[in-house]
């Protein structure tokens, strides 16, 4: 059980460090697309084989809707990292409980008086972030990781209302057809592989698709059938800092004070809205992974 919550808290810590070593050899949608069709395939047949039942038409349309945003989320970060460091990505996307609960009052749950608190001291902090250092040299990159957040949580509290596949097949039903949509706009924006990706590069994304989304994910759900959910969701605390160092160890980040200023308010926030959350409340993805119920993460 503790394996695998330090594997939960490493292996989507890690994801951003791996997104930024596997872009140099693919072009960022078609990499994005291409990790989720085969995650999400290989998940779907190792389901099957172990019995799950196959997805409904109604199902496999609300995964649809909820994948794309989920998934176009998480190739919002690939493509902002062209422009930002992994540790400045990461400390964007865990605002996003905060986007979620904002999001949460369009089907009539509007954050309560100490949730409002919570979502201030969140919000300054991505205030901050957008301020100073490297966001502030890279409006792009500001633009496009605040649009990830945002499409992440949007897709996150509008599953809870379409009649997704139950359990695991969610998430292989959202990677499939959310990466699917993924290849098409590659596709369309003229995204073509002009090269063998190096080793650094394939495997990079060989460790996106077979540990960051698969082994992390069998590993959350085993996770909420173990233990509290409360325990279970925080990752939410610890990813992003282990994200943040990893960049500074093993790509040579810099990490500035604005950075870490701003990642302390934010996960301040995100505490105090989970304090005052009801404990039947699902918690909202704080990254860019899908889950099986989508509103519990994404990496």
């Known amino acids: 059980m503790l394996a695998s919550l330090l594997a939960l808290y490493f292996i989507w810590g890690s994801t951003y460090l791996a997104i930024r070593l596997a872009l140099p050899g693919f072009p960022p949608l078609m990499m994005s697309g291409l990790r989720f069709v085969c ?75 100490g949730e409002w608190i919570g979502l201030a001291i969140g919000l300054a902090g991505v205030a901050l972030l957008q301020s100073g250092g490297e966001l502030r040299a890279s409006p792009a990159g500001a633009v496009v990781l605040l649009l990830s957040a945002i499409t992440w949580s949007l897709g996150s509290m509008w599953s809870r209302r379409l009649p997704i596949p139950a359990g695991p097949m969610a998430a292989a039903t959202e990677m499939l057809t959310g990466g699917a949509v993924l290849l098409a706009a590659a596709l369309v924006r003229g995204e073509r ?4 990706p190096d080793a650094q590069a394939l ?28 325990l279970a969701t925080s990752y939410a605390y610890v990813s992003p800092v ?4 990893l960049g500074a160890w093993v790509a040579a980040e810099h990490v500035t004070a ?17 304090a005052q959350r009801a404990p039947t409340d699902k918690e909202a993805p704080a990254r860019g992974e899908v889950t099986a119920n989508s509103a519990a993460r994404t990496g």
């Open 39 to 113: 995650a999400g395939g290989l998940f779907y047949v190792l389901l099957r084989m172990r019995g799950a039942p196959r997805p409904t038409r109604v199902q496999w349309f609300a995964a649809l809707r909820v994948g794309t945003l989920l998934i176009s989320g998480n190739a919002l970060v690939v493509i902002a990292e062209q422009w930002v460091s992994s540790g400045v990505a990461a400390v964007a996307i865990a605002s996003v409980p905060l986007w979620s609960v904002l999001f949460a009052g369009l089907w009539g749950r509007w954050p309560a008086k």
């Open 193 to 196: 592989m002009v090269a063998v």
């Open 203 to 230: 495997g990079s994304f060989l460790y996106l698709v077979l540990i960051g989304s698969i082994v992390a994910y069998s590993a959350y759900t085993f996770l909420l059938a173990k233990v509290r959910p409360a």
């Open 242 to 245: 282990v994200a943040v160092l």
């Open 258 to 274: 604005v950075a870490v200023a701003a990642l302390a308010l934010i996960l301040a926030g995100v505490a105090i809205v989970a």
